[in-house]
T-cell receptor, first 109, second 115 residues
Framework: GQNIDQPTEMTATEGAIVQINCTYQ??????LFWYQQHAGEAPTFLSY??LDGLEEKGRFSSFLSRSKGYSYLLLKELQMKDSASYLC??????????WGAGTKLIIKP | ETGVTQTPRHLVMGMTNKKSLKCEQH?????MYWYKQSAKKPLELMFV???????ENNSVPSRFSPECPNSSHLFLHLHTLQPEDSALYLC??????????????FGPGTRLTVL
């Protein structure tokens, strides 16, 4: 079967750095998305990786290793507004999005 | 309006009621999706439409009935639901269906409670 694993919840301090991991086992791979979802709101696109390596976008970076079936989202200089759930999703061989259950990130002052 | 909109935002219904959820996208996309989101579970894909044709139905109970009258509108008709159907129902759209870069744009969701 297809499976996406991410931690259920993480806590970090304002101004710090946090890394949210995602491992996957899917039938094929055509890319990996990270989305952010604030409570009661729509998921919004953060990043897309299809090749190995690090993609940097401001305070957020996303890394992919296809050989290890592994990705992480790195958030720097954490702000209170970064408190949200972070969803990892893989595009499989049928171009379907396979979703993880999300990681709830709690930022403390 | 821009993006993807959904109405109503909140819905409470009894098990014998009939209601409909509405989704509208203003992005000119060709594909639309219904998802169910329950606490601490992955997004569950319910239905997929491409150019108004249903292409995916992931074994969803018949008490959920989708309708896609045109490429901008998507409905989810609900009848005789069960309490376990209480969840956040999200609508999404994407430019196309069969591409690796298939960014989906989501609406804010309808929070459904079945009593």
């Amino acid at each position: 079967g297809q499976n996406i694993d991410q931690p259920t919840e993480m806590t970090a301090t304002e101004g710090a750095i946090v890394q949210i991991n995602c491992t996957y086992q899917t039938s094929g791979f055509n890319g990996l998305f990270w989305y952010q979802q604030h409570a009661g709101e729509a998921p919004t696109f953060l990043s897309y990786n299809v090749l190995d390596g690090l993609e940097e976008k401001g305070r957020f970076s996303s890394f992919l290793s296809r050989s290890k079936g592994y990705s992480y989202l790195l958030l720097k200089e954490l702000q209170m507004k970064d408190s949200a759930s972070y969803l990892c999703a893989v595009v499989d061989s049928n171009y379907q999005l396979i979703w993880g259950a999300g990681t709830k990130l709690i930022i403390k002052p | 309006e821009t993006g993807v909109t959904q109405t109503p935002r909140h819905l409470v219904m009894g098990m014998t009621n009939k209601k409909s959820l509405k989704c509208e996208q203003h992005l000119g996309h060709n594909a639309m999706y219904w998802y169910k989101q329950s606490a601490k579970k992955p997004l569950e894909l319910m239905f997929v439409y491409s150019l108004e044709e249903r292409v995916e139905n992931n074994s969803v109970p018949s008490r959920f009935s989708p309708e896609c009258p045109n490429s901008s509108h998507l409905f989810l008709h609900l009848h005789t639901l069960q309490p376990e159907d209480s969840a956040l129902y999200l609508c999404a759209s994407s430019q196309d269906l069969d591409s690796s870069y298939n960014e989906q744009f989501f609406g804010p969701g309808t929070r459904l409670t079945v009593l």
